[in-house]
């Protein structure tokens, strides 16, 4: 009995350090100026839940499918969480470019690419960061998209 008492208050102490720790990270990453965030950085602040896709350049898949993709807006408490749709029966590789101006500094676009399936909808993040009681806008344009081979 002691035992099970032991492992489950160590358990709970595990836990509790560990939200502490990242609730001080979060805090940590807004105490620093727009200006010296790096780009891990930027892409953690504009993809919850690593949902940004892979790192990509360029026109990698083409222009084939782009009309098939749709994008859908849902209101959030800092601009509109950003979704597409695949409207098409195929799998579609896509390449989706995040373009913002954050003042000093110098990265000012993302590209992330990702893969979504028939009549699924995947999250593209939000149309604008807030950050240290500022919002800035954040622009998402598809710049490529092909079906799956």
Not at 21 to 28: H, I, M, Q
Not at 89 to 113: C, H, Q, W, Y
């Amino acid at each position: 009995m002691k035992l099970k008492v032991f492992f489950f208050l160590s358990s709970f102490l595990i836990l509790f350090h560990s939200c502490k720790n990242e609730k001080n990270a979060s805090e940590n990453s807004n105490s620093k100026d727009i200006s010296e965030l790096t780009y891990i950085d930027i892409y953690h602040l504009l993809y919850d839940n690593n949902n940004g896709g892979f790192d990509a350049h360029g026109d990698l898949y083409g222009q084939e499918a782009i009309s098939f993709l749709k994008i859908e807006k849902e209101a959030n408490k800092c601009g509109d969480a950003m979704y597409l749709l695949n409207t098409t029966d195929k799998t579609i590789d896509l390449a989706v470019k995040a373009s913002f101006n954050f003042p000093g500094n110098p990265t000012n676009e993302m590209v992330r690419a990702y893969t979504i399936k028939p009549a699924d909808k995947i999250s593209i993040g939000y149309s604008k960061l807030c950050y240290a009681n500022k919002e800035y806008d954040i622009k998402k344009d598809i710049i490529s998209a092909g079906y799956s081979r």
